[in-house]
Nanobody, 124 residues
Framework: QLQASGGGLVQAGGPLRLSCVAS????????WGWFRQAPRKEREFVAA????????YYADSVKGRFTISRGNAKNTVFLQMNSLKPEDTAVYYC???????????????????WGKGTLVTVSS
């Protein structure tokens, strides 16, 4: 199970850090990442780390502002969000899979493991 947390209300330009904790497993050997879904919009890819842990991928809309990372505890991953914009408002979900392609393609339709989302609201 994956559990995302850290969402909340933040002013535009501010930072927020999301956390995702995996119970009964670690993130080692999995590709893992973050997706989001804004009201009345489809789910979209935000960022992902490869199975190897060597590559990080970001949506163009968040590149340079968001950073994914893994905590010292191997069952925790983070999404550091800086310079937030109102258009970043969405429910954010962490996800994990056995392959990179599942995280990177088709807005996560092939992803195996999903966490419950955490709401991020950015006020203007």
């Amino acid at each position: 199970q994956l559990q995302a947390s850290g969402g909340g209300l933040v002013q535009a330009g501010g930072p927020l850090r999301l956390s995702c904790v995996a119970s009964r497993r670690t993130f080692s050997g999995y590709a893992w990442g973050w997706f989001r879904q804004a009201p009345r919009k489809e789910r979209e890819f935000v960022a992902a780390y490869s199975v190897s842990g060597s590559n990080a991928y970001y949506a163009d809309s968040v590149k340079g502002r968001f950073t994914i990372s893994r905590g010292n505890a191997k069952n925790t991953v983070f999404l550091q969000m800086n310079s937030l914009k109102p258009e970043d408002t969405a429910v954010y979900y962490c996800a994990a899979d056995y392959t990179d392609s599942a995280l990177l393609g088709n807005a996560g339709s092939g992803v195996t493991f999903w966490g419950k989302g955490t709401l991020v609201t950015v006020s203007s």
